[in-house]
């Protein structure tokens, strides 16, 4: 868990360096951080726990920081729709930077492709009144990285913090 926080701190400091909305990357930034607080965090907490062994008040301390860990990466996910929704600036060189913006380029494409087929297909009723039944919610980047096998995507994966690994080859 600890490892894939890291990960998605570095995709999300990949994303804020070419975000072109100066709001969505310095969000982006302090999510990433946020994350990263509270990866290392959860890290020093399962190292203790480890040492201690099994104890209710160590076991409820170390899903506290998973549950915590957990919503930060959300907000990360969040963050980095807004940034990819705002427009990314080209990557460089960096074969990470350009897999993470392939990932991110595939779930606008997505994102796109939804929002065309809401509006081809009519929701309202005959009386005008929007329906609720059959609506497919929109893709966030979670549901894209959910909704595939890991070892069979076409879409790069996570960001990995091992040396010598391109950003995306983890997945949470």
């Excluded at 969000?27 to 959860?42: D, F, I, P």
């Excluded at 919610?137 to 391109?166: C, D, F």
Aim: charged share 25%; aromatic share 2%; with cysteine.
């Amino acid at each position: 868990m600890v490892s894939n926080g890291q990960v998605v701190v570095k995709f999300g400091n990949i994303l804020a360096k070419h975000c072109l909305d100066q709001r969505c990357s310095t969000e982006l930034l302090r999510a990433a951080e946020h994350t990263q607080s509270v990866s290392s965090q959860l890290g020093i907490v399962a190292r203790v726990k480890a040492v201690t062994g099994e104890s209710k008040a160590s076991s409820e301390l170390l899903l506290c920081n998973v549950q915590n860990l957990i919503q930060a990466v959300q907000h990360v996910l969040r963050a980095a729709e807004a940034a990819c929704v705002k427009g990314l600036g080209q990557p460089s060189a960096d074969p990470e930077e350009e897999e993470v913006a392939a990932f991110c380029q595939q779930w606008r494409k997505n994102l796109t492709q939804h929002r065309a087929k809401e509006a081809l297909i009519s929701d309202r009723d005959e009386l005008g009144l929007r329906k609720t039944r059959g609506a497919k919610a929109e893709p966030t980047l979670m549901s894209l990285v959910q909704e595939q096998p890991p070892r069979s995507r076409n879409i790069p994966k996570y960001p990995s913090p091992r040396k010598g690994h391109t950003v995306m080859d983890r997945h949470l």
